[in-house]
């Protein structure tokens, strides 16, 4: 099957962090994305590319539109989709009072589904493509998931939450059910399509020490997983860790002596984090989520992301919505808060570290570099298409902007999902705003 898509071109050749803005941004003002078979074949000025485009091949042609790579979440949680904007407490409370509530119900797994098709729909209308998801306990909820990304053919990576203690009875496995549960999990799903396996130990607090070596084994047993699990977010909770584990130098020594640092570990968090913390994340290749808009509603902290950033020693960060703590699916608000936290620390985030840090820093972080997370050739076709007039306000207050930079600073300030005109995965459109049924699997 091919396809093409005409409109401007936003992608990065380099990380903007390292590198002077033209030689890390990729900008065409029109251009043709030609796709196969859901990969990019060719990204070209339009006028060339339409002469030599195959006849027949349809194009859809955006005028006003900026053709990007789909947006990827690193940190996301969906079955707190019903318990977003859960306020008035800090973490541990919050977990108590209303994650750990929400998340027995999906022991149902018809509920499960309900939700995690929901929510799919929520993130490419938010024109994410790609997510590192938390589900539940229960096996169940990892089957629901997968089993609606299939139907949408997203490239999603997930798995079942590992908690053998401090938590509700309804929410607890044991070291040996959580490996047996995860590791046929696996089987059945890691590397089927799109899908990829994530070993997900919830936090250091709600597993044992025979949990988190039952989960680093798992890793290690099932080269291309992943493991994902919540560091450094909260004091109290890092407190409670000293406590629970006072033979550890830190929070993240306890996942580091279990097994669990290394390539394609994703860390959530880590906004109390020190010098030694942040050189073992680089000397282990493992990346942090920063996750802007959870820190600010549960009171957390401010991650320090030119500290992760350090051009001697950077660690691989990428940006997360951790929905329900967070607030918005749109990672155009999520980089608008990570540019306040920054700010707040003294520093500022530029327009295009912004959108890096959601697409191809991301891609990096996750070690999926070669396959998303740019428009570039021989990738698989997850692109978005952004509508910088999709209000009165943008349109309005794009028409003053100047240039490149500034134009992405007004789209990250202003934009939300309704700045996304066309989610495409693997080359469908699966997502068009413009369209009588937006999705195309309603
Ligand atoms: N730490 C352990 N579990 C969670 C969770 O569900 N959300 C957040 N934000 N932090 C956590
Ligand atoms: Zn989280």
């Known amino acids: 099957m091919r396809r093409a898509i005409r409109g401007s071109v936003l992608s990065f050749r380099g990380d903007p962090f390292q590198l002077p803005l033209d030689e890390a941004v990729l900008h065409l003002q029109d251009a043709v994305v030609l796709i196969e078979d859901g990969r990019i074949v060719s990204v ?24 990007s790579a789909g947006f990827i979440d690193a940190h996301v949680h969906y079955p707190q989709m019903q318990m977003i904007g859960a306020y008035g407490d800090e973490l541990l409370a919050w977990l108590e009072r209303y994650t750990f509530v929400a998340e027995q119900d999906f022991a149902d797994e018809a509920h ?27 096996p169940g909820s990892v089957e629901a998931f997968f089993a609606e990304s299939e139907r949408f053919n997203t490239r999603m990576i997930a798995g079942k939450v590992l908690m053998d203690r401090n938590a509700p009875e309804a929410l607890r496995d044991t070291a040996e059910t959580g490996y047996e549960q995860s590791r046929a999990l696996i089987e059945r799903w890691h590397g089927r399509g799109r899908q990829l396996y994530c ?41 409670w860790v000293h406590e629970l584990f006072p033979e550890r130098s830190s929070y993240l020594d306890v996942y580091d002596h279990a097994g669990l640092t290394g390539p394609r570990a ?4 880590a906004v109390h984090m020190d010098e030694t913390d942040f050189a073992c994340c680089h000397r282990t290749g493992s990346a942090l989520a920063h996750c802007p808009t959870s820190n600010l509603f549960l009171g957390s902290g401010l991650f320090r992301l030119f500290e992760a950033r350090r051009a001697d020693r950077p660690v691989h960060v990428a940006l997360g919505t951790d929905l329900g703590a967070g607030t918005a699916f749109s990672q155009l608000q999520t980089m608008n808060e990570a540019y306040k936290v920054a ?22 972080a996750l070690h999926l570099a070669d396959r998303v997370g740019a428009v570039e050739p021989g990738l698989e076709a997850d692109l978005i298409v952004l509508d910088p007039k999709a209000t009165p306000l943008l349109a309005f207050r794009t028409a003053y902007c100047r240039d490149l930079p500034e134009l992405l600073s007004v789209l990250l300030t202003l934009g939300d999902d309704r700045a996304i005109r066309a989610t495409y995965v693997a080359g469908e459109a699966v997502y068009d705003r413009e369209r009588e049924e937006p999705f195309r699997y309603p």
Do not use: M
Request: hydrophobic letters at 40%.
């Open 44 to 67: 070209e000025p339009a006028e060339r590319a339409l002469a030599e485009l195959p006849p027949g091949t349809p194009v859809d042609h955006y005028p006003e539109g900026l053709i």
């Open 112 to 138: 499960a589904r309900d939700v995690a098709g929901r929510f799919l729909r929520e993130l490419l209308r938010a024109g994410t493509t790609t997510a590192a998801v938390y589900c539940t306990v229960h």
């Open 199 to 239: 070993v997900t130990p919830r936090f250091a607090p709600s597993s044992t020490q025979a949990q988190l070596e039952a989960a680093a084994r798992l890793w290690r047993e099932h080269p291309g997983t992943y493991v994902q699990t919540h560091l450094c977010e909260n004091r109290g909770e890092i407190e």
């Open 266 to 269: 994703i860390f959530g968090h």
């Open 343 to 364: 700010k707040l620390g003294g520093t500022t985030l530029t327009p295009a570290q912004a959108f890096w840090l959601a697409t191809r820093g991301a891609a990096e």
